[in-house]
């Protein structure tokens, strides 16, 4: 991609404190964009993006919050032209022990974070007649996993509802479309090698899970997932909307 074209532009990227956010904010930045890096830790949010841009504190799940910080970053950085909704919780156990805490706290931030940070952004982005939309999903939102009922769910309907938004907002010349991974090397994904075999065993699958393994032999870098999500955001899919872009080396076989 051309630097020059995000070079200036500015973009919300959530969830940039660590793992794919930071992975994102940290390539806006080095292809030029002044990045407003979103994370309940602030100070780790800056840090992702250094003298690119600036680091905000906020909670995705609280819609006043969202809405003062949308309106700050326009105040201090300018209009808002591309947003990647990063932001993200696990939660996994089988369905007959999800405590409703359990289940709404994927759906508190994977869902309705979606909602109010593209709400937001959106009210900004339409009177300008034009800019871009990225949610993070995941390939559990289009594959059964076993104990992975509450992420998965909460994944689809944040890709469902990415792409109603791309239907409502194309008049207006603003495209919105999805990019799903599987299994990345982020803190997340370290957090569920309880196995001792890490990275092998996701490659390998797992089939009293169900899951087939990898069929490209690897484990993604959250750059894999960044660059996916640059693409997107930039001019080169100006044509592209409520599309939805797995990034899992072929780990659904894309069912």
Known sequence: MD?????GRVAVVTGAASGIGAAV???????????????????????????????????VTDSAAVDAVVARIEAE?????????????????????????????????????????????????????????????????????ASMAAYGASKAAATMFTKCLGLELAEHGIRCNVVSPGSTDTPMQRGMWGDGRGAES???????KFKVGIPLGRIADPADVADSVLFLLSDKARHITMHDLYVDGGATLKA
């Open 25 to 59: 904010a940290a390539a806006l930045t080095a292809h030029g964009a002044v990045v407003a890096a979103l994370d309940l830790d602030g100070a780790a949010a800056d840090a992702a993006v250094s003298a690119g841009g600036r680091g905000y504190a906020c909670d």
């Open 3 to 7: 630097a020059a074209e995000f070079a």
């Open 202 to 208: 996701v490659i390998g699958g797992t089939p009293e």
């Open 77 to 145: 950085l300018g209009p808002v032209e591309m947003l990647a909704n990063v932001a993200g919780v696990l939660a996994t156990g089988d369905v007959v022990d999800t405590s409703d805490v359990q289940w709404s706290r994927p759906f508190a931030v994977n869902t309705t974070g979606v909602f109010t940070v593209s709400r937001a952004v959106a009210r900004m982005m339409i009177p300008r007649g034009g800019g871009a939309i990225v949610t993070v999903g995941s390939n559990a939102a289009g594959v059964p996993r």
